[in-house]
């Protein structure tokens, strides 16, 4: 079957840094997406990790582990702005992106 | 560059009613999706066109909702009839189907249906 578990919600202070954690289980494995959406708009993309390693853009980096099916974002110097979900997504079987059910982020000041 | 235009903004219906999305996704992009987005919930893929031919569907409840993609550029996305939790953001999103597997989809800022 096809599973990607992410925590529901993570709280932290202004200028700090945050790691979401994503753990994936599917049917063939093209590729890992962040996409960030704020209230009421559409999910913009943030980062695609093929291959194991880190992918270092601005203020935000993703990991990727294919052996252990495992992803993290990492978010420093946290902006008020940054308050939004977080999704976690993989290009399965086919191409089909499979979504998990996103990270509420609450900065707080 | 225009991005993916979705109307309307938000619909409400009472149940039993239908109710209709149109999407018109980023020029020369070939491939369209509709997702659903329940409150809480991320994106659930509802079908997939690729150009105007369906490539994946398998999520659709077909007994109520339908899509189409005639020409190959808009699409609409219908609901009859509507019942309760169908009540979510429809998004649409569409992708330049390059082959390339970062191919990175674009999204609308969706339609929130309330259903009564």
């Known amino acids: 079957g096809q599973n990607i578990d992410q925590p529901t919600e993570m709280t932290a202070t202004e200028g700090a840094i945050v790691q979401i954690n994503c753990t994936y289980q599917?049917?063939?494995?093209?590729?890992l997406f962040w996409y960030q959406q704020h209230a009421g708009e559409a999910p913009t993309f943030l980062s695609y990790?093929?291959?194991?390693g880190l992918e270092e853009k601005g203020r935000f980096s993703s990991f990727l582990s294919r052996s252990k099916g495992y992803s993290y974002l990492l978010l420093k110097e946290l902006q008020m702005k940054d308050s939004a979900s977080y999704l976690c997504?993989?290009?399965?079987?086919?191409?089909?992106?499979?979504f998990g059910q996103g990270t509420e982020l609450s900065v707080k000041p | 560059e225009a991005g993916v235009a979705q109307s309307p903004r938000y619909k409400i219906i009472e149940k039993r009613q239908s109710v209709a999305f149109w999407c018109n996704p980023i020029?020369?992009?070939?491939?369209l999706y509709w997702y659903q987005q329940i409150l809480g919930q991320g994106p659930k893929l509802l079908i997939q066109?690729?150009?105007?031919?369906?490539?994946?569907d398998s999520q659709l409840p077909k007994d109520r909702f339908s899509a189409e993609r005639l020409k190959g550029v808009d699409s609409t996305l219908k609901i009859q009839p509507a019942k309760l939790e169908d009540s979510a953001v429809y998004l649409c999103?569409?992708?330049?189907?390059?082959?390339?597997?970062?191919?990175?989809?674009?999204f609308g800022s969706g339609t929130q249906l309330s259903v009564l």
């Open positions: 020029s020369g992009h070939a491939t």
């Open positions: 999103a569409s992708s330049l189907s390059s082959g390339a597997q970062r191919e990175k989809l674009f």
């Open positions: 066109f690729q150009n105007n031919g369906v490539v994946d």
């Open positions: 599917t049917s063939g494995f093209n590729g």
């Open positions: 997504a993989v290009r399965g079987q086919g191409g089909k992106l499979i």
């Open positions: 990790n093929v291959l194991d």
